[in-house]
């Protein structure tokens, strides 16, 4: 984070120990990141790289979150009353942290 902090304030011509404008750059950047877009129907939902299946039994909703990149990566499972949202918002945070990644971050 450090490297492009200092990038950043760099670009900006900021002061070499005033650093708050790049600082509020990189804070903004996660919620930059666009929302996944989520197709399909029925039991299987798609977005990029990622899979929601519809695993329910009679008891219970739950829903699959798989990572299809590379192979299927299991992420986890979601029950509750709105295991479908749950599921996607855990896609979105994963994709976004994905992509912080690659800058050299870490997103909590």
Not at 54 to 70: G, I, K, W
Request: without cysteine; aromatic residues 8%; glycine residues 8%.
């Amino acid at each position: 984070m450090s490297d492009l902090r200092e990038n950043l304030a760099d670009i900006l011509e900021a002061n070499p120990n005033d650093y708050d404008a790049a600082d509020a750059i990189i804070a903004a950047l996660p919620d930059m990141v666009q929302p996944l877009m989520w197709l399909g129907g029925g039991g299987r939902h798609h977005a990029g790289d990622y899979v929601i299946e519809d695993v329910s039994t009679p008891r219970r909703e739950v829903r699959r979150l798989l990572r299809a990149s590379f192979g299927t990566t299991y992420i986890a499972d979601f029950v509750g009353t709105r295991p479908m949202e749950a599921a996607k918002a855990a896609a979105q945070a994963h994709y976004v942290a994905q992509i912080m990644q690659a800058f050299g971050m870490e997103v909590e």
